[in-house]
């Protein structure tokens, strides 16, 4: 069987598509044929279709959807009509079956399919069930029994306005897949215009944040890699000439003993001075034993998704840590000299002037590398504080919401929740608080080394053009600090 893999995200600088790489290794392991399209890096998207397209035998072309929007208040650049052009494209080239996949799918499925116009997709991880969806469309079986898959049916079922059906999915064991090669994606060009390269220790999230699609979009069991295949993918991708990763893990510190034993890995097999990544954390647990340890194993940075500074925010957006513990962190982090960044979230339920004012003095308090300001809230159906919304009414008479509001039931199209106590008024509250100090991260036109936003970030792509690796926090941080 023969399978063509799709890369849809156009985003610069590029981010490599490690989920195709992935879903390509596990593919192959079947003993599939693999052809891989990677848009991301076309010079021209048509061309590259056109050419792409050389045959008609695939089994199934699967599309992976990364972004579905840029998720960002001050851009709300919506990617999904790209993605419906690219797969118009490809359905006039060929006439086999297409499948969606990945994160940014993962989150709105059905709503996803229906935009794009296409009839199947693989909610959540693509190795277990895609190489079995490629075998039987290639042996003439039914696929509709398999978990996992989201499909078009002819008539809407009778308990269902939608005509899609999603079966339940089936978590397979990670210790199974394949010895990731990273062999499928050319990392090498990646990295010369993307200055990183991703890597995954764990899936799946049991935490009940009030905002995050992680548990939506990867599922609530926590599933683990095995740490020598983590070592042995890093040494691969080194081998590639690639030296600045980043985990793509939602919280890499979760479970603790998890992450010591990545790190240990890494120590064994000597990486740990021949590589520099940089790991999204949670800041407790976060020991000085730990951080130690990522310290040996290569970590430089660590990006610390701590969402706010106030207790009661940090309560109601259903976070386990308080202000302490971000202190505390910083602590830790300033005695093992790592470059880090504290990334807040403002503007959920019950911000008002006062709580923002709290959130910056204890960041100056911490004294991060740098702070990145995430102003409004992206909503996604299935996260606590969508459903809220939606039982709220979910309308443009709802004073908490912006962006896309009418007539985008599914949340689908870029919609944001702002307290109503600050509304638009919160750029400027913001912007007054954090002043002239160039640690924090923030929208302002004149200073786009600050921009937040890596969509479309021409300060990056200069910077990675120029030479630097590494995340893109810390690019810019380095490149404000030095002017470089
Ligand atoms: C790490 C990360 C980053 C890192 C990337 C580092 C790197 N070198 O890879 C950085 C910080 C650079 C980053 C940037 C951005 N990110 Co980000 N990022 C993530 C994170 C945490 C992991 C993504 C990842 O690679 N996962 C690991 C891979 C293996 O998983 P996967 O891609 O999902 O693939 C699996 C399945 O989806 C499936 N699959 C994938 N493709 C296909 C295809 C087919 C056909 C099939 C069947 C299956 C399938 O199988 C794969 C293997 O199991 C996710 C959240 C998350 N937990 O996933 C957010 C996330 C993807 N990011 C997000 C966003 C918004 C962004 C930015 C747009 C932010 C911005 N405005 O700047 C940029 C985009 C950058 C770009 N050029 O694309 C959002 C997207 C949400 C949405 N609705 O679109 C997410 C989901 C976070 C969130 N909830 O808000 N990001």
């Keep these: 069987m023969k399978v063509l893999l799709i890369n849809t995200n156009l985003m610069k600088p590029p981010i490599a598509p490690i989920g195709l790489d992935y879903v390509a290794e596990a593919v192959a392991a079947q003993g599939g044929e693999v052809e891989i399209l990677d848009l991301g890096l076309a010079d021209e998207v048509d061309a590259a279709l056109e050419q792409g397209l050389r045959s008609d035998d695939y089994a199934v072309v699967g599309l992976t959807v990364r972004n579905t929007d840029d998720c960002y208040f001050a851009g709300q650049d919506f990617f999904l009509p790209q993605v419906r052009r690219i797969v118009d494209a490809v359905r006039r080239r060929t006439a086999a079956p297409l499948a969606l996949g990945g994160v940014g799918f993962s989150i709105l499925p059905e709503a996803v399919l229906s935009f794009c116009g296409v009839d199947w997709g693989i909610w959540g ?116 000439g690639i030296d600045h990763l980043h985990t793509c893990d939602s919280e890499f510190n979760l479970p603790e003993r998890h992450a010591r034993a990545v790190c240990q890995a890494l120590i064994d097999r000597g990486l740990g001075r021949r590589v520099r990544w940089y790991a999204y954390c949670t ?92 102003i409004g809230i992206r909503l996604y159906p299935g996260t606590p504080l969508a459903q809220r919304v939606a039982q709220e009414g979910a309308g443009p008479e709802h004073p908490a919401l912006f962006g896309q509001v009418e007539d985008n039931p599914d ?10 106590a600050l509304g638009e008024d919160i750029f400027r509250v913001v912007g007054e608080l954090v002043g002239e100090d160039e640690r924090f991260f923030f929208v302002d036109p004149t200073r786009p080394e600050q921009n937040y936003n890596y969509n479309a970030n021409e300060v990056l792509i200069e910077a990675i053009r120029a030479g630097a690796r590494g995340a893109y926090w810390d690019i810019l941080r380095r490149r404000g600090a030095k002017g470089t």
Aim: glycine share 8%; aromatic share 8%; with cysteine.
């Design 125 to 240: 991880e693509g190795e277990f069930v895609f190489p079995e969806l490629a075998r039987r469309v290639a042996a003439g079986e039914p696929v509709e029994d398999l978990p996992g898959l989201v499909y078009r049916t002819a008539v809407a079922p009778s308990d269902s306005p939608s005509p899609y059906r999603r079966n339940p999915p089936r978590f397979g064991d990670l210790a199974t897949l394949p010895p990731m090669s990273r062999r499928w994606i050319d990392h090498a060009r990646y990295f010369r215009e993307g200055g990183q390269a991703g890597f995954e220790t764990k899936r799946g999230c049991p935490q009940s944040c009030l905002y995050c699609a992680d548990p939506v979009a990867k599922g609530r069991p926590l599933r683990l890699r095995p740490p020598a295949a983590v070592a042995e993918e890093i040494a691969n991708l080194l081998a590639q």
């Design 283 to 374: 800041p407790q647990p976060f020991s000085d034993d730990l951080a130690a340890l990522m310290r040996r194993a290569g970590c430089v940075g660590i990006d610390f998704g701590v969402d706010h500074g106030d207790d009661e925010m940090l309560q109601r957006l259903g976070r386990d840590f308080r202000a302490e513990d971000i202190l505390r962190t910083a602590e830790v982090c300033h005695r093992h000299g790592f470059a880090f960044m504290y990334d807040l979230l403002l503007g959920g339920p019950g911000e008002t002037q006062e709580t923002l004012r709290r959130t910056v003095d204890l960041m100056r308090q911490a004294a991060p590398s740098r702070v990145g300001l995430s």
């Design 411 to 420: 949340f689908l199209r870029p919609l944001f929740y702002v307290s109503p």
